[in-house]
């Protein structure tokens, strides 16, 4: 299966510049390239000794059969859908696949973007757009009592609980302090003797009360 | 360290009842708060009822008098850009399919380099080819020249004068021919052996003057470059319903082109001769708006992901930092507030927005005024992206967008003229130093350098400070044209 053709033919058609397309994309690269123009400078001064000049082959890859050559004009409505490789190539010898072993020089590479004819913009406004969220949990509901249906106030009613008890997971001892529950929550106590002589947590070894009690 | 209060043998203190024993409490108080913000903003999970209560305490159960907008109905007016006018030149028809930046920037060849002759002989002789090989007879009309000894230009550079020592007298100067074509004259003058070919030459010698506009661009009624400024003035216009819209360009020379490049010109009418006028093409379209997302941007969830790549909380504005703070107000506070509507417009055309008219989940309708509206000289507006009315007078602002039809990412050779411009305040002179000039070969070559730094690069990066520690310049000038490549 050939996976790759070497640029002719179709390939070129509809080219205004139909004659030489190659020579005619070297020139134009060669003006902003540095190593194609020492390139093109090859090609004239093997001319002017009496050389044979170097001719490039343009190759396109991946084929796509009806394709054009993407390094020059190309007929309006050719689908740019993705990128290509366009692969140029001077060949000394030809390309011999059967031969495991080829070798070459790499003398430049370089991306291009093709200007597209239709520009993608954006409408932008600014909207006051309500911030609230989705809640984070699922919440199962059960009836209160098993009658065979819901009643509407029961699911409202089982919401505000939920919202209660969220707003409560949150209470902080200081919000206690000030309130007749104060002795008694957190219910976080420990017992403490000052001798060790029962089963004890002395919290205050944190604080290294042992030190100010200590007698001298 | 011991405990010293600790009793050793328990027993026998309970026994001989040794010391009094009295049982106290001691209560664990957690406290959720602390100076270090770190671990809350870990945003650590714990039991479900957690997740509500962080929720609540962000605000997400709070109930806005707000609501979705889902719908935008947009009435647009387009018209697209149809004459350009180069500096002070004639106006010519604009032509969408040339990247502006060549349009602009494009300067004619004032005298051919060696390159240019050569590849132009070339294509010649490859043209002629499939008539007969008549390579010997246009080498003998139209050679390089041999180099002239008097020529400092090519003989003063080693380079050039080699790259033309080797294809003078060898290779045709195509450029010569293309003279000869453009003074009305034929490529077989004076050459008997293409009297059998002469239109089959002539037709080619068409193809070849048309190959060489192509491939050249070269300015049509005149360029835009204005040497005594270092910069290029062009206007372009679109036709409007009763004048034209006029955008200038009074000072372009950052080498890439954009909107911001051009204002709108106030009083002109039209770009010279009787304007053009065209009723603009509209359309109203029916669209879904997205809200905006960009890279970095919060979420407002609270339990969310985000992607850490770009983290707009890291940058560190300085107190003179508008730009920077206005990016992150902009980024972080309001960012989910903005709705986007995606329009395609053609290279090269004029969009303003007649209205937008936005009906959200109610049902509600709003109209949308363009941000920055208002009296382009009322120095309390403000905006942040928009065009400048040219002038100070009391003007509606400019709300239009302008889509220049410009390349995007275009190749950019080295530069080929390099002029350092120093101001001598003490000796009131200006200094050219000239860092790369034009050679003639077509590539860039370094100017004099000095020889006290032997190792100094050409490539221009030295500062001009630097280069007016040396005790001389090179030689005065008053005034240096560069000139563009």
Known sequence: ?216 | MPFPLITDNIAEAILERQVPTVTRWNRLEGRPRTDAFDRALGAEVRDALWLLTRQWQMGEFHGDDAASPILAKVHLATSQLARYRAGAHEPEPFDPGIPLETRVEARAIESFPLDLRLLMGRQWLKLMRDIGDFSGEFLAAYPIEAVDPADAAVCAHPEAWSAHAAVAQRRVDGARLYAHLGTGGHAWDGIAALDPHRAAVDERATRFRAWFARLIHQPGAGDAWVPDRLEYQFACSAPEAERERVLLAEEYYHGHLDWYAVDVGADASSLGGPPQTAEPATDTQVLLPAPVAFDGMPNTRWWAFEDGRTNFGEVRPDTTDLAKLLLMEFALVYANDWMLIPYTLTAGSVASIRGIAVTDVFGERTWIEAAGSGDDADWQRWAMFLNSVEGEAHRPADTTLHGLPVAVGGLEGPAQEEVLLIRDEVANMVWGVERTIHSQPGSPSPGPRPRARPGRSSNGRSSAGSATRRSRPPWPTARTSAIAP
Not at chain 1, 106 to 120: F, N
Not at chain 1, 134 to 160: K, N, S, Y
Not at chain 1, 188 to 203: D, K, Y
Request: aromatic share 8%; glycine share 6%.
């Open chain 1, 1 to 216: 299966m050939r996976t790759w053709r070497i640029a002719s033919g179709e390939f070129f058609d509809g080219l205004e510049d139909a004659d030489f397309p190659v020579d005619t994309w070297l020139y134009g690269v060669a003006r902003v390239r540095e190593k194609l123009h020492a390139y093109e400078q090859v090609t004239m001064l093997a001319g002017a000794l009496g050389r044979a000049e170097p001719e490039l082959t343009a190759i396109q890859l991946p084929h796509r059969p009806g394709d054009r050559w993407l390094a020059l004009q190309f007929p309006d409505g050719t689908p740019l859908d993705s990128d290509r490789l366009l692969y140029s190539a001077h060949f000394a010898q030809p390309f011999d696949k059967t031969s495991r072993r080829q070798c070459g020089l790499l003398l430049d590479e370089w991306t291009e973007v093709i200007p597209a004819s239709d520009t993608t913009t954006g409408i932008a406004f600014h909207y006051d757009r309500p911030s609230t969220e989705a809640p984070q949990a699922m919440l199962l509901v059960t009836p209160a009592d098993f009658t065979g249906g819901w009643r509407w106030e029961d699911l409202v009613d089982a919401l505000h609980d939920t919202l209660d008890l969220a707003k409560r997971r949150a209470v902080e001892p200081a919000q206690i302090d000030a309130t007749p529950y104060a002795p008694l929550l957190p219910a976080t106590v420990m017992a403490v003797t000052a001798r060790q002589l029962t089963i004890s947590a002395n919290l205050a070894l944190n604080s290294e009360l042992q030190t100010i009690m200590a007698p001298p």
